[in-house]
């Protein structure tokens, strides 16, 4: 069965950082684009970040846009989302996916079960 595992969710105070992770397993998900959404409690879940299969080009949400970068390491299978300059309302469920590219959460195929990332004022 194929799944996406996130990593590296926690809880920061406003300004810091964390580094999440996502790693496949079942297969590989080269070939595919993969995305960053996010969910807070009483919204929709919402585009963060997207790259494409072979890293070549990036699409942010204005929102996190210059404060957040998202990177994929084939060797490795994994994508990463490094958050910096963190916010209070960046407080979410953060979920990994694979898919087309694009931002709307139907054009991804493969969800994790996501990580949660609370930021402290």
């Known amino acids: 069965q194929v799944q996406l595992v996130e990593s590296g969710g926690g809880l920061v105070q406003a300004g810091g950082s964390l580094r999440l992770s996502c790693a496949p397993s079942?297969?590989?998900?080269?070939?595919?684009?993969m995305g960053w959404f996010r969910q807070a409690p009483g919204t929709d879940r919402e585009f963060v970040a997207a790259?494409?299969?072979?890293?070549?080009?990036?699409n942010y949400a204005d929102s996190v846009k210059g404060r957040f970068t998202i990177s994929r390491e084939s060797a490795k299978n994994t994508v990463y989302l490094q958050m910096n300059s963190l916010k209070p309302e960046d407080t979410a469920v953060y979920y990994c996916?694979?898919?087309?590219?694009?931002?709307?959460?139907?054009?991804?195929?493969?969800w994790g079960q996501g990580t949660q990332v609370t930021v402290s004022s």
């Open positions: 079942g297969r590989t998900f080269i070939r595919y684009s």
């Open positions: 790259i494409t299969g072979g890293g070549g080009s990036t």
């Open positions: 996916a694979a898919g087309s590219w694009g931002t709307s959460e139907h054009q991804y195929d493969y």
